[in-house]
Nanobody, 119 residues
């Protein structure tokens, strides 16, 4: 089993920045993707940013040019740098890691970290 521990959320004014971190407790045999999702009250969980095994990245249109996803394989950690934050970015942010620990591909979720952007 693996645990994903997220940190970096908080309260920030519009235009400010936050950096989220998600550390996996174990190294994967093979990582397929690492991603950040978010869920605002009353809304469905949505993909914010994803980085796949080859290093390619995908972003939701609403965050392109403002958010950057990156990873540090040596630390089993994925980051989300969020700049120029807007009130509509307010949500619980969840880390997702998909890969193989030993021999079975699985998807794992973090517990979530709250980001609140005030206007």
């Amino acid at each position: 089993q693996v645990q994903l521990v997220e940190s970096g959320g908080g309260l920030v004014q519009a235009g400010g920045s936050l950096r989220l971190s998600c550390a996996a407790s174990r190294r994967f045999f093979r990582l397929n993707s690492m991603a950040w999702y978010r869920q605002a009250p009353g809304k469905q969980r949505e993909l914010v940013a994803q980085i796949i095994s080859g290093g390619s990245t995908n972003y939701a249109d609403s965050v392109k040019g403002r958010f950057t996803i990156s990873r540090d394989d040596a630390k089993n950690t994925v980051y989300l740098q969020m700049n120029d934050l807007k009130p509509e970015d307010t949500a619980a942010y969840y880390c997702n890691v998909a890969g193989i620990l030993i021999n079975t591909p699985k998807s794992y979720w973090g517990q979530g970290t709250q980001v609140t952007v005030s206007s």
